[in-house]
């Protein structure tokens, strides 16, 4: 057992985040942590981080290999490329955040013990420069993985090409896979091209590092998780196997449990029913009323499940264009003098939805504006005159940030439209303080949410989409993908969610090289379905009798502690095992 979480709880003023948390994190385990935008997962993270303290429950650590992998946007311009590598090792960070309270309280001064401060300081100085020394040679060693130069250690990451930040990211994950025992992702795959997510899958999975995540990435989930935790309501569940798995069981958890309470409603109501006829006659029945009465009272109560809340969305397409809606030959796009794409034939015929993929900096956006008429092409483009597009920029913008959420749809839609605004922003479950707060509070989930509703009031037979499932939650994306599915216009958008790739798109262009390639099938149809996610090797579980160090991995158990061993694991508790200091639960 890495780490445990028991009941955790955690309230901000009146608002109850969390209210009944636990996990077990065992080693080789690979946890998706799952839940809608607010639920507190970013917050049970910090509190197992270190970074919060939980108000009640039990937080158990073995082991100070953890490392932490922040969403890819969260890292500061001014951080140089050693500091986010060095910064994949939490217990460092802690050492580092201890110097600084050391240096506050001396610089503050008051009644304080100098020397204690001072031999504290030099102490966590010393494990630094250790720390420091071990890892010099590891991180040389990942960057020449990823062919970085080693000069690049001290640039920070504000001076990096996008290319240059997605390479420091794929050194973080090798960093931290090949020498932690745990690590925590929150977000790993926001603002990540494809091949860069699978090169990530691929370290996770050929790692023995037990793995915690926070991912709305589906198709992510789907292939490294072994088993899924989720939030609801402040509480957590947990489901044995992927993401797809997890689906499948809370909806037959949810019809188990719907069924259950109609069983106990008509039951309830037949006895009641009952007990009434009785009572009209109360002479010859009282006895039989009582009983009938004292059985209701005994009915174990069964509350009715609760249903998830929906976002509702439905796309009016406008009046159909033509057959032929898009038709390119032979054109090529340049910037600057230099040639971005050429050769690019599209057929695009109505009803047609094609997904856009490819590496950052491929010319998927530019090929969207070529198409919008934004840039100028060399070559034939033509757009049928009957075609109304609508556009989504994974940017938004279109948002006013100065503006609420409501005022923003009141300038599209006339300022005496209140209510219909209201019921707009409410379909994607945005309400209260959502709708009424100016737009730079927002997330960038609500955000895109509004610059949703902005795209959808307009009527459209082609919607041209960049990154449209960035920022929003599983339920959102379900929510857009049935719309999409159901719109009858004709769908063109770039993106990096295989899931939606697969779900919505019966076409495929692979951007890559200079060069467009457009595949009648989707995604996984392209480049094969992945090889199935391996399930954790099963083991037995023992409990330790006797403290013991295991002499193969060097990890310490104490009495009373459990631990699971598989088959491959044996050889290092065989001794203990003979000497009786383990023994099989």
């Not at 890495?2 to 608002?15: E, M, V």
């Not at 504290?120 to 420091?132: H, N």
């Not at 071990?134 to 090409?161: A, T, W, Y």
């Amino acid at each position: 057992m890495l780490l445990k979480a028991q009941a955790i709880s955690k309230a901000f003023g009146p608002i109850k985040v969390l209210k009944d948390v636990s996990l077990q994190i065992n080693e080789g385990d690979r946890i998706g942590l799952v839940g809608a935008n607010g639920a507190g997962k970013s917050t049970f993270l910090k509190i197992l981080l270190g970074l919060e303290k939980a108000d009640t429950g039990e937080l158990t650590v073995r082991t100070d290999k953890i490392g932490y992998m922040s969403q890819f946007s969260d890292i500061p311009a001014d951080q140089t490329v050693r500091e986010v590598l060095e910064g994949s090792y939490s217990y460092v960070e802690n050492i580092r955040r201890r110097q600084a309270e050391i240096d506050m309280e001396m610089a503050s001064g008051g009644d304080i013990d100098w020397n204690a401060l001072a031999e504290e300081s030099a102490e966590l100085e010393s494990k630094i420069q250790q720390f420091e020394m071990e890892i010099g040679d590891k991180l040389e060693d990942v960057l020449k993985q990823v062919r970085f130069p080693m000069d690049i250690m001290d640039r920070e990451m504000g001076s990096l090409s996008g290319g240059e930040r997605t390479k420091v990211m794929i050194a973080k994950t090798a960093v931290q896979t090949s020498d932690c025992d745990l690590l925590i992702m929150d977000e790993p795959t926001s603002h990540l091209d494809i091949s860069t997510v699978e090169w990530m899958e691929r370290s996770i999975l050929s790692s023995k590092c037990a793995v915690l995540v926070i991912s709305h990435d589906r198709y992510f989930l789907d292939r490294i998780a072994l088993k899924v935790v989720e939030i609801e309501n402040g509480k957590s569940v947990e489901y044995k196997g992927n993401y797809s798995a997890y689906v499948d069981k809370k909806n037959q958890a949810y019809e188990r449990a719907l069924k259950e309470y109609e069983r106990y409603a008509s039951q309830k109501k037949k006895q009641e029913t009952l007990a009434n006829q009785m009572f009209h006659d109360c002479r010859r029945y009282m006895s039989s009323y009582k009983t009938r009465l004292m059985l209701i009272d005994k009915m174990e109560e069964k509350e009715k499940p609760d249903e998830a809340k929906g976002i509702t969305v439905k796309i009016q397409a406008a009046h159909k264009s033509g057959k032929n809606v898009i038709m390119a030959e032979n054109v090529s796009i340049e910037r600057d003098g230099k040639t971005i794409l050429s050769g690019i034939d599209l057929d695009i015929q109505k009803g047609d939805k094609i997904g856009v993929f490819g590496s950052n900096g491929a010319g998927k956006t530019t090929l969207l504006k070529a198409i919008l008429g934004e840039i100028p092409v060399k070559g034939d483009l033509w757009v049928a005159p009957g075609a109304k597009i609508g556009y989504y920029s994974q940017n938004h913008e279109s948002l006013d940030l100065n503006l609420t959420a409501e005022e923003q749809l009141l300038n599209v839609i006339g300022k005496d439209r209140k209510a219909e605004a209201r019921n707009m922003l409410a379909r994607f479950l945005l309400t209260g303080d959502d709708v009424t707060h100016k737009m730079e509070t927002l997330s960038g989930g609500q955000r895109a949410k509004v610059a949703m509703c902005l795209l959808l009031h307009g009527e459209t037979n082609v919607l041209v989409l960049d990154e449209p499932t960035n920022y929003v939650d599983i339920d959102s994306k379900h929510a857009l993908e049935e719309a999409l599915a159901e719109y009858d216009g004709v769908v063109i958008t770039v993106t990096h969610d295989r899931f939606f790739l697969d779900n919505v798109c019966n076409k495929v262009a692979e951007v890559k090289d200079g060069k467009v390639t457009v595949y009648n099938d989707n995604y996984t149809g392209v480049k094969g379905a992945p090889e199935p996610v391996k399930a954790a090797e099963k083991g037995e579980m023992y409990r330790v009798t006797e403290p013991f160090t295991n002499w193969v991995n060097g990890k310490k158990y104490v009495k009373g502690d459990k631990v699971e061993i598989t088959p491959s694991e044996m050889k290092g508790f065989e001794d203990a095992l003979n000497k009786g200091k383990i023994r099989k639960v």
